[in-house]
């Protein structure tokens, strides 16, 4: 089965050199790589090539690809998306590292249970030292389901998996231009209704928490605003497929929590949404939530009342 790892790259000098080493010394052979340089305005493209020459067997299968412009982490990912030929393919951060044997545990699971997408499990990295390993979710499909879309409850990333192929064609615009913070959010939560999952808890990922300039590391108003667009397109998937499922209207509410939580106008959400409630329970908590008279400790309890009730 051939593999190919996509890497986005912007602002990654210090750890880009770590990463593509790890990524080269995989195991597993049969694997392309697809570096798209974001227009970076350091030396992360120089430090790369470097790498690629001190590994000639891996060269030949090396492409770095250029945005004329930087577009941001979306159209990164969607134009990675379009590179990709192979069977199966798997997202690596430029500034993680990846074990040596990830693509050949992942592999290995994918044709042991023809799964459209395998899990593996994950540790922390921070100052070079590896916290304890974070396993991925064990509940079947429907719970699974349900909870991803809830949100707060699953991981909704999109490094650390492998992927078929084939699903790319089973949700349109698997990224899009604009969305640059959840972006994994508004991919993963589309893929759980039209993809098998398996996992394994061998590690196979390690998730850099000290790169202080990563986007999780800095949330904004902006970035809450992607959020907003993330969970529309997530909405209009449903919509589409003639079925709106509580557990995603308990993932649209949650974009008002946000709202609450930072500040941002509830008429942000509602112009960005255009959500309407559906489910009497989803009325309900979209009323108090729209409430100022309602303390947020108060819609909040409730909200993970029906929360609970939605993953049942």
């Given at each position: ?106 592999a290995g ?102 790169n202080t ?62 959500y309407y ?36």
């Amino acid at each position: 089965m051939s593999i190919t790892i996509l890497i986005p790259i912007y602002g990654v000098e210090q750890y880009i050199a770590q990463c593509a080493e790890a990524l080269f010394s995989q195991t597993y052979q049969d694997i392309d790589y697809v570096f798209c340089n974001d227009c970076t305005p350091d030396r992360s493209i120089a430090v790369l090539q470097e790498v690629v020459e001190r590994y000639p067997n891996r060269k030949p299968r090396v492409r770095i690809i250029s945005n004329e412009t930087n577009k941001g982490i979306g159209y990164t990912r969607k134009r990675l998306i379009d590179e990709v030929h192979g069977e199966a393919f798997f997202f690596a951060d430029s500034d993680d590292v990846l074990p040596a044997n990830a693509m050949e545990v992942l592999a290995g699971r994918m044709q042991e249970t023809d799964a459209d997408i395998v899990e593996g499990a994950y540790r922390e990295y921070h100052d070079g030292k590896l916290g304890e390993p974070c396993l991925p979710s064990h509940d079947d499909a429907d719970s699974y389901f349900s909870k991803a879309l809830c949100q707060n409850i699953i991981q909704l990333r999109v490094w650390g998996k492998l992927f078929k192929a084939s699903v790319i064609a089973r949700v349109p615009s698997l990224f899009l231009e604009g969305i640059d913070y959840a972006e994994d959010v508004c991919a993963t939560s589309r893929l759980v209704a039209v993809a098998s999952r398996a996992w394994t808890d061998e590690v196979v990922y390690w998730y850099r928490t000290d790169n202080t300039a990563s986007y999780t590391k800095n949330i904004s108003q902006k970035n809450i605003l992607s959020y907003f667009r993330a969970m529309r397109e997530v909405l209009r998937f449903y919509h589409m497929r003639g079925h709106l499922p509580l557990s995603v209207e308990i993932g649209m509410l949650n974009c008002y929590r946000e709202c609450r939580k930072s500040g941002v106008p509830l008429s942000e959400a509602d112009a960005i949404l255009q959500y309407y409630p559906e489910h009497l329970s989803a009325k309900l908590l979209y009323s108090l939530l729209h409430s100022n008279a309602v303390p947020l400790p108060i819609s909040d309890l409730l909200y993970r009342i029906v929360r609970g009730v939605a993953v049942l």
